[in-house]
Nanobody, 128 residues
Framework: QVQLVESGGGSVQAGGSLRLSCAAS????????MGWFIRVPGKEREAVAT????????YYADSVKGRFTIDRDTLQNTLYLHMGSLKPEDSGMYYC?????????????????????WGQGTQVTVSS
């Protein structure tokens, strides 16, 4: 079973930047849609950004548009989230996830329920 492992989280001041990485332990090139999600205490997990390697499309939650960039290195089996102009409300546990192989219909809708492979998460804390 392929596993996803996130890294790159940490503590940063508002206005700062971080780059999150999600490394797959094996081949996931046939999983076209991958994404990043955030969970904060007391709230449901929410989508931050998704990327469809089949179409080249990237999709973002309104709250991060213009500040975050998702990209995927398919050769390295790694997904990234470049986070800029960070705000305290960006704090939370960030998870990467992948949809089933060859599936991507829900990618543009940031459809959390369509993802079936999840990492353990990496914590991001942004202080004001």
């Amino acid at each position: 079973q392929v596993q996803l492992v996130e890294s790159g989280g940490g503590s940063v001041q508002a206005g700062g930047s971080l780059r999150l990485s999600c490394a797959a332990s094996g081949y996931i090139g046939n999983r076209k849609c991958m994404g990043w999600f955030i969970r904060v205490p007391g709230k449901e997990r929410e989508a931050v950004a998704t990327a469809n390697s089949g179409t080249g499309g990237t999709y973002y939650a309104d709250s991060v548009k213009g500040r975050f960039t998702i990209d995927r290195d398919t050769l390295q089996n790694t997904l990234y989230l470049h986070m800029g102009s960070l705000k305290p409300e960006d704090s939370g546990m960030y998870y990467c996830a992948a949809m089933p192989a060859h599936s991507g219909a829900g990618c543009s809708r940031l459809a959390l329920a369509d993802f079936n492979l999840w990492g353990q998460g990496t914590q991001v804390t942004v202080s004001s």
